[in-house]
T-cell receptor, first 110, second 116 residues
Framework: QKEVEQNSGPLSVPEGAIASLNCTYSDRGSQSFFWYRQYSGKSPELIMFIYSNGDKEDGRFTAQLNKASQYVSLLIRDSQPSDSATYLCASNTGFQKLVFGTGTRLLVSP | DTGVSQDPRHKITKRGQNVTFRCDPISEHNRLYWYRQTLGQGPEFLTYFQNEAQLEKSRLLSDRFSAERPKGSFSTLEIQRTEQGDSAMYLC??????????????FGSGTRLTVV
């Protein structure tokens, strides 16, 4: 079992819809979680982080964490074609090493 | 200092040759990380430094790989006797470190290595 698991997608949503990206993790010692966006051929770019149970909102993005279920999600409201990218979920067990999932490819159609 | 710099951006080398990549982190960041990413996969951890000390190495890092961070500033990653399986994007990242808080990493643009 991989430490961080994501559905590879692609997840296709129409422009203006809500995109929901999900991630599960296996290490209960994981303390903080990160979402990165990666455009094709580019390096990952940090979107959000979360370390407390519940929701955290930043603009069109909301990260959700449920430690009991070992589940992290990222919601993107009012999706735009420019949001089309691969979204990487990562966990940090406290040793400052991030473990990444394989990423979910999001396609937003105009 | 506008971010993490990596050099070169692209490298094509023949199998069996040695290659060296350089990473310049954000100046105030004391932690520096190397990751490798292949197509369709997430970044895989290779090694990390706190200041000049190399604190952890992945078992992915065979003895053909060596990394240094002299004086706790820039870092180099050398691959000796390259193999076709070494073809990947090599990503460097830096962070302030400390605690488990959410500063995350800042990644450089990466070095794409192609071994022919």
């Amino acid at each position: 079992q991989k430490e961080v698991e994501q559905n590879s997608g692609p997840l296709s949503v129409p422009e203006g819809a809500i995109a929901s990206l999900n991630c599960t993790y296996s290490d209960r010692g994981s303390q903080s979680f990160f979402w990165y966006r990666q455009y094709s051929g580019k390096s990952p770019e940090l979107i959000m982080f979360i370390y407390s149970n519940g929701d955290k909102e930043d603009g069109r993005f909301t990260a959700q964490l449920n430690k009991a279920s070992q589940y992290v999600s990222l919601l993107i409201r009012d999706s735009q074609p420019s949001d089309s990218a691969t979204y990487l979920c990562a966990s940090n067990t406290g040793f400052q090493k991030l473990v990444f999932g394989t990423g979910t490819r999001l396609l937003v159609s105009p | 200092d506008t971010g993490v710099s990596q050099d070169p951006r692209h490298k094509i080398t023949k199998r069996g040759q040695n290659v060296t990549f350089r990473c310049d982190p954000i100046s105030e960041h004391n932690r520096l990380y190397w990751y490798r990413q292949t197509l369709g996969q997430g970044p895989e951890f290779l090694t990390y430094f706190q200041n000049e000390a190399q604190l952890e190495k992945s078992r992915l890092l065979s003895d053909r790989f060596s990394a240094e961070r002299p004086k706790g500033s820039f870092s180099t990653l050398e691959i000796q006797r390259t193999e076709q399986g070494d073809s990947a994007m090599y990503l460097c990242a830096s962070s302030l470190g400390g605690g488990t808080g959410g500063d995350g990493y800042t990644f450089g643009s990466g070095t794409r290595l192609t071994v022919v």
